[in-house]
């Protein structure tokens, strides 16, 4: 098993900056992929970006690229996810998610989720 935590969410003013971060701990060598996803009131959860913790090869959603910035700290099993200027259809609730590639979290192959973090954003 692998757990997931989420921090950093909260209140951010539109086209300010916030980042938010995801632990990871238990087996987490097996999974290579980590990243996230999200969900807004009333829509479906949707990918973000993802990263590979062992050669960095990031992937991400056209409508934050340019603005969001998906990193890791394999030392300390950390991802973390940028989110500059920010919009106001950027607020939902953020979920980390792991699997075995990058290839299988786009492919909806999620292994393990974090219980969310809520970002709003305000104009």
């Known amino acids: 098993q692998v757990q997931l935590v989420e921090s950093g969410g909260g209140l951010v003013q539109a086209g300010g900056s916030l980042r938010l971060s995801c632990t990871a701990s238990?087996?987490?060598?097996?999974?290579?992929?980590i990243g996230w996803f999200r969900q807004a009131p009333g829509k479906e959860r949707e990918f973000v970006a993802t990263?590979?913790?062992?050669?960095?090869?990031?992937y991400y959603v056209d409508s934050v690229k340019g603005r969001f910035t998906i990193s890791k700290d394999n030392a300390k099993n950390t991802v973390y996810l940028q989110m500059n200027n920010p919009k106001r259809e950027d607020t939902a609730v953020y979920y980390c998610?792991?699997?075995?590639?990058?290839?299988?979290?786009?492919?909806?192959?999620?292994?393990?989720w974090g219980k969310g973090t809520l970002v709003t954003v305000s104009s």
């Open positions: 998610a792991a699997g075995s590639s990058i290839a299988t979290i786009l492919r909806g192959g999620v292994r393990y």
């Open positions: 238990g087996r987490t060598f097996s999974t290579d992929a």
């Open positions: 990263i590979s913790w062992s050669n960095g090869n990031t």
